[in-house]
């Protein structure tokens, strides 16, 4: 259990987080004279990913921070990863859904906010609660394709998936 003192600290990291994700928002929005969609940020990211961008159907828009490895590495977690989560959600707000998540306009977008537009991270990420997915057969006309539990319950309820090379529906391979 962490102590108040830990609390504290974590507190503050994931409040100049907060506005550090604001005042880059605010930027970009100044910069490219748009309005761009207001960010719900929260810290409830587990495992290895540093941060996430979801935007809804409806327009909402939400950033996904990782607490532990803001609190393990708050330097270049401030520095790199809020940049990155930012420039994904403005990049999405200007170009729409078809922008390419690390392409030229999310990299012109890092450029401005003074951060290096890398892919991934490199946090030391031993000892994170990591999620290990069962994963089931599926074949298709050219390959067999491994699904994990999530996708594979989702074809259970119905969805269809398709293989992106043959076009061909994916089936679930005899066991």
Not at 128 to 135: D, E, I, N, Y
Not at 137 to 145: N, T, V, W
Request: aromatic fraction near 8%; include cysteine; glycine fraction near 6%.
């Amino acid at each position: 259990m962490p102590s108040s003192t830990e609390s504290k600290d974590s507190d503050h990291l994931q409040h100049r987080a907060k506005r550090l994700t604001t005042k880059l928002h605010d930027l970009a929005a100044r910069h490219f004279d748009a309005e761009l969609a207001t960010p719900s940020v929260r810290f409830d990211l587990r495992g290895t990913s540093a941060g996430q961008v979801r935007v809804t159907d409806g327009g909402d828009c939400l950033i996904r921070y990782n607490a532990r490895l803001l609190e393990r590495h708050p330097w270049a977690f401030l520095s790199q990863t809020i940049p990155h989560e930012t420039a994904h959600l403005v990049a999405f707000s200007l170009f729409g859904p078809q922008v390419p998540p690390h392409g030229r306009e999310w990299r012109a977008i890092m450029v401005l906010f003074g951060a290096t537009p890398e892919r991934c991270h490199h946090y030391r990420v031993d000892g994170l609660q990591v999620r290990h997915l069962r994963r089931y057969d599926y074949r298709c006309a050219c390959r067999i394709h491994q699904l994990t539990s999530i996708r594979h319950n989702r074809v259970r309820s119905g969805q269809l998936y398709r293989c992106r090379q043959c076009g061909q529906p994916l089936e679930r391979s005899s066991a």
